[in-house]
């Protein structure tokens, strides 16, 4: 009865985590994009109220489940993402391979984004998922690379031993390139900054544009929720999880996680979006080969310390 009574307690923590995460992003991008801060905290309540009063509406010959079913899945996949994340020396989610299930999560956005864009039935939502599927993997690889390595500094893919290997130095001071790789990465699953293009302006919103009511309310807040997780995750993987002077570990990981969410969409609302084929060389040619290389350093460091 105690366990699942601490389990449903911390079930209930994370779900609150993941809200205020993704109203920190919204908040934060809304005042990036122009508008004051009072407006920017109601922006969320009001796009929220307009949405549930929206009517649903829907394509020809769509493929209704398949469309709805991966816009109602990204929210979940934040969710998760923020289940793996210690608070302390464990996680709701504790696992050896934590860093493993953040990548697998992450790469699950690929297919629900696609499919929101396929399933509509419609040209623009087509351009916006193949759009993604571009970016996805000009991402993705520096991605996958700048998790290799804190978990190779730290000797383990656990993410709470990955928080407790740094110290007073943080991983991120050490491996800045990994460390910005990932951030990039967490931009583009999030669908915004930069990486906007699949669901930009010049392709009239690309996956979002035949969304509508609840189902648009559900993407656009899993699009925060998911920037929200990512930079979370950042904590124990390049900004020592717990640790921090005076207060309680578990304070300090929520703090980190909600300043970093909020410094993270705001470069989101500031930066111009790119175009696809303008970021393509910079990410083959330019980051990949960078977070290799930082990966190469930290194997000798690693090597060079014992």
Do not use: C
């Not at 709805?68 to 998760?80: E, K, N």
């Amino acid at each position: 009865m105690t366990e699942a009574l601490a389990a449903t307690t911390g079930a209930a923590g994370v779900l609150l985590l993941t809200f205020v995460l993704a109203w920190t992003a919204s908040a934060s991008y809304a005042v990036a994009t122009g508008r004051s801060g009072g407006d920017a905290v109601l922006h969320a309540p009001r796009e929220t109220a307009r949405l549930l009063r929206q009517r649903r509406r829907d394509t020809i010959s769509a493929d209704r489940l398949l469309w709805r079913l991966a816009g109602w899945s990204l929210l979940p996949v934040a969710v998760l993402l923020v289940a793996l994340v210690p608070l302390e020396d464990a996680a709701l989610l504790p696992g050896s391979l934590g860093v493993v299930w953040a990548n697998t999560l992450d790469i699950l956005v690929w297919a629900f984004v696609w499919l929101v864009g396929w399933g509509a039935n419609s040209v623009v939502g087509l351009v916006g998922g193949y759009r993604f599927l571009a970016l996805a993997l000009a991402y993705e690889l520096p991605l996958m690379f700048a998790l290799v390595a804190p978990a190779l500094a730290a000797g383990s893919l656990d993410l709470a031993v990955v928080a407790g290997a740094q110290g007073s130095l943080w991983y991120a001071a050490w491996m800045p390139v990994a460390f910005v790789a990932y951030l990039l990465g967490v931009l583009g699953f999030s669908v915004l900054g930069p990486l906007v293009a699949p669901a930009g302006r010049e392709s009239a919103e690309g996956v979002l544009a035949e969304l509508s009511g609840p189902d648009a309310l559900v993407v656009r807040a899993a699009r925060y929720a998911l920037l929200g997780a990512g930079a979370a995750v950042a904590v124990p993987l390049f900004l020592g999880g717990a640790s921090g002077p005076w207060l309680p570990g578990a304070v300090w990981v929520l703090l980190k996680a909600l300043l970093l969410t909020a410094a993270l969409a705001w470069v989101a609302g500031r930066l111009p979006a790119l175009r696809v084929h303008r970021l393509m060389e910079p990410l083959w040619t330019v980051l990949l080969p960078l977070v290799v290389l930082q990966d190469l350093v930290v194997g000798i460091v690693v090597v060079a310390g014992r």
